[in-house]
């Protein structure tokens, strides 16, 4: 089965400071990839998604993401983190070996911005 | 995307009794999954929410213990049965519509048992 791995548990960063978040898969074959993200207090929402094509996706806030296949990675980055983007961030890949598409998560890296 | 609305928000119960979740959402979707995050933990899927039929419940998960019922495409609701503490977590909702792979969340039930 397919499954995510997240290498980053806790990251601190002063603001204005470069983030990559790491995020690896486990096979190959079609992929779907998410990142999610749950600010302090808010349910999960979407920051973006890869399901073909350019590689180099773009989400909400100023985030990317580059899917690299020959590495099976998916590593979220963003330029200048700001102290709003304290979060918990989930990279989330579809499982699609079984009867249902299944949604399986990393273990989540807790970002923390200082101002 | 579908709005999606759960209750309660929160609850604190006592060991061995039962709490049912709902799960209420504002379109019709196709697909509907029960998720739990125990502290400090990541997204669990628990079961897969089927329409007029039982649920698809993941390894370690059983249907005793985590009742589901979806009896249309809006409404589902989640039971934790025969509670203990180790089951205190966040039980979430998430729904896909028809059309790619993205799934939605709602903000969860968070549960404390005593």
């Known amino acids: 089965a397919q499954s995510v791995s997240q290498h980053n548990h806790h990251v601190i960063l002063s603001e204005a400071a470069s983030l990559e978040l790491g995020c690896n898969y486990s096979y190959g074959g079609t992929v779907n990839l998410f990142w999610y993200v749950q600010y302090p207090g808010q349910h999960l929402q979407l920051l973006l998604k890869y399901f073909s094509g350019d590689p180099l996706v773009k989400g909400i806030k100023g985030f990317e993401a580059e899917f690299i296949k020959s590495k099976f990675s998916f590593n979220l980055r963003k330029p200048s983190v700001q102290w709003s983007d304290t979060a918990e961030y989930f990279c989330?890949?579809?499982?699609?070996?079984?009867?249902?598409?299944?949604?399986?998560f990393g273990t989540g890296t807790l970002l923390a911005v200082q101002p | 995307s579908a709005v999606i609305s759960q209750k309660p928000s929160r609850d604190i119960c006592q060991r061995g009794t039962s709490l049912t979740i709902q799960c209420q959402v504002d379109?019709?979707?196709?697909?509907m999954f029960w998720y739990r995050q125990q502290p400090g933990q990541s997204l669990t899927l628990i079961a897969t929410?089927?329409?007029?039929?039982?649920?698809?419940?993941e390894s370690g998960f059983v249907i005793d213990k985590f009742p589901i019922s979806r009896p249309n495409l809006t409404f589902s609701t989640l039971t934790v049965s025969n509670m203990s503490p180790e089951d205190s977590s966040i039980y979430l909702c998430?729904?896909?519509?028809?059309?790619?792979?993205?799934?939605?969340f709602g903000a969860g039930s968070r549960l404390t048992v005593l």
């Open positions: 379109s019709q979707v196709t697909m």
């Open positions: 989330a890949v579809i499982d699609f070996g079984g009867a249902t598409n299944k949604l399986i």
């Open positions: 929410a089927n329409q007029g039929s039982e649920a698809t419940y």
């Open positions: 998430s729904v896909k519509s028809s059309g790619a792979n993205v799934l939605t």
